[in-house]
């Protein structure tokens, strides 16, 4: 096994947090390649949670060494909270912790601007996270990387560079107040010195693990639908949560994965704006929020909630080349008595061949549901695949053979034992 990416299949929180934890136990290195303080992934263990957003999910297990490569964007503030809440939690983050040198840096006026055209141009219902401004920075090569900070000079002349542009557009362009240079580069001096001894080469210790023979687990952020390219753009986050992202996000080449997993839940959720075919805006996505918890792990907000869509799956599985499906949350169905699959899509009366990735196209489609019984009892307690209910066997055979992925795992609550793995 050298390299397992493990990614979200749908529009995000699948339970990533939760797999990623439990297959960490027997990784050496778990490895983040995208994305940035916008994701909240969540990890159960006993009767403590914990919302990780940029320490990736094997950090609650001591052999682990977590990586945090040069896809992500790094918001200084939200990393040293993050360390600090975990070190506070007992889990040594000294020594078990890489950050690659070529990351990029959020700066405040990234997560400013980020609020300001939400408010204003683009309503994409973002985190507020400064995830898209600072990924614009990215492909405009002006951005501040992390080895930028280890140069006070390159990085005050940068920094002065972008503030020059940024303030002509905060005042200009949106009325605000000019940002303040001087302080900005003391800021992040210090966040230098608290991160210093995290930064190296990640892509060379990656290389290096691998060629020792070590494990490693790819961690995606998001989900496969917001990703920039194959997502139901704009309605999107700013990077490639696809399984291709892993390579460029850790500067791994594509011979080294060994296997891509795909986490979905047995229904649909989605925050944040953009088309969703199977959002049940009724008692049904109603229910599906209140007995999920489907409220957001980073911002709060109410997720829209709707049956499990198959022909969305059937993408994601074909542009990530899912070779194991996770599915997460069935416990959620337990009580109820119709559960749907969406299996097809019709657009002006004729079936669609394939999952149209225009926002436009994807809000005029009629969706088309298989209906199943419902097993109107706890999922609980069940350890093995043969104890589950006739009902739900079939609604997840049906599931995978629809997404055209081989089940392996399946959960039914949010807790590490509350898992069932499947013969392999
Ligand atoms: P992520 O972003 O993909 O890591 O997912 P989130 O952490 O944002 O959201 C998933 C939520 O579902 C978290 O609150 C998890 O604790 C919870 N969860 C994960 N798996 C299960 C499950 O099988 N059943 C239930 N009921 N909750 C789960
Ligand atoms: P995890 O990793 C669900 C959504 C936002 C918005 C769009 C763009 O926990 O699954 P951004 O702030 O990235 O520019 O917002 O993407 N979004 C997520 N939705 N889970 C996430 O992360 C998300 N990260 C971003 O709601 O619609
Ligand atoms: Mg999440």
């Known amino acids: 096994m050298p390299v397992q990416i493990i990614l979200g299949a749908q529009w995000g929180d699948e339970g990533k947090g939760k797999v990623v934890d439990m297959l960490s136990e027997h990784a050496d290195i778990v490895a983040r390649y995208q994305g940035g303080?916008?994701?909240?992934?969540?990890?159960?263990?006993?009767?403590?949670?914990?919302?990780?957003?940029?320490?990736?999910?094997?950090?609650?297990?001591?052999?682990?060494?977590?990586?945090?490569g040069n896809g992500v964007v790094i918001d200084p503030t939200a990393l040293i909270s993050?360390?600090?809440?975990?070190?506070?939690?007992?889990?040594r983050v000294r020594g078990r912790l890489l950050i690659s040198h070529n990351a990029h840096l959020i700066m405040p006026y990234h997560k400013q601007l980020d609020v300001i055209r939400e408010q204003t141009s683009?309503?994409?219902?973002?985190?507020?996270?400064?995830?898209g401004p600072a990924y614009i920075d990215k492909f405009m090569r002006s951005g501040i990387r992390i080895v930028d900070l280890l140069d006070r000079e390159?990085?005050?002349?940068?920094?002065?560079?972008?503030?020059?542009?940024?303030?002509?557009?905060?005042?200009?362009?949106?009325?605000?107040t000019r940002i303040d240079v001087d302080a900005l580069i003391s800021e992040y001096q210090e966040f230098d010195k608290s991160i210093d001894e995290y930064i190296t080469d990640t892509s060379l210790y990656l290389h290096q693990a691998l060629q020792q023979g070590k494990r490693v687990i790819a961690e995606g952020a998001q989900g496969a639908l917001l990703d920039v390219d194959h997502?139901?753009?704009?309605?999107?986050?700013?990077?490639?949560?696809t399984s291709g992202g892993a390579c460029t996000?850790?500067?791994i080449p594509p011979t080294a994965v060994n296997e891509v997993i795909g986490v979905a839940k047995a229904y649909c959720t989605r925050?944040?704006?953009?088309?969703?075919p199977t959002e049940q805006e009724n008692e049904v996505g109603e229910r599906l929020r209140t007995v999920g918890h489907e409220f957001g792990a980073t911002t709060g907000r109410p997720r829209r909630c709707g049956w499990y869509d198959a022909v969305a799956m059937q993408y994601s599985a074909r542009i990530n080349g899912i070779q194991r499906l996770v599915v997460t949350k069935l416990d959620v169905l337990n009580d109820f008595d119709e559960i749907r699959i969406c299996i097809g899509y019709e657009l002006h009366g004729k079936r669609l061949r394939s999952f149209p990735t225009d926002a436009a196209t994807l809000e005029r489609i009629t969706p088309v549901y298989e209906s199943f019984e419902g097993w109107k009892t706890s999922l609980a307690d069940v350890k093995t695949y043969d104890q589950l209910p006739r009902q739900a066997q079939a609604y997840l055979s049906v599931l995978s053979r629809y997404t055209h992925a081989p089940l392996w795992l399946v959960s039914v609550g949010p807790r590490r034992d509350?898992?069932?793995?499947?013969?392999?």
């Open 82 to 91: 993050e360390i600090r809440q975990l070190e506070e939690a007992g889990i």
């Open 249 to 251: 996000g850790l500067g």
């Open 271 to 276: 925050v944040g704006h953009g088309p969703f």
């Open 122 to 131: 683009a309503r994409i219902g973002t985190t507020g996270r400064g995830i």
């Open 37 to 68: 303080a916008n994701a909240g992934h969540t990890v159960c263990i006993g009767d403590k949670q914990y919302v990780l957003h940029l320490l990736p999910s094997g950090m609650f297990h001591e052999q682990c060494t977590c990586v945090i």
């Open 418 to 424: 509350q898992s069932i793995f499947l013969q392999s």
């Open 231 to 241: 997502g139901t753009y704009p309605f999107v986050t700013s990077s490639n949560p």
């Open 154 to 176: 390159t990085f005050a002349n940068k920094l002065k560079r972008n503030i020059e542009e940024k303030n002509q557009i905060l005042t200009r362009v949106y009325g605000e």
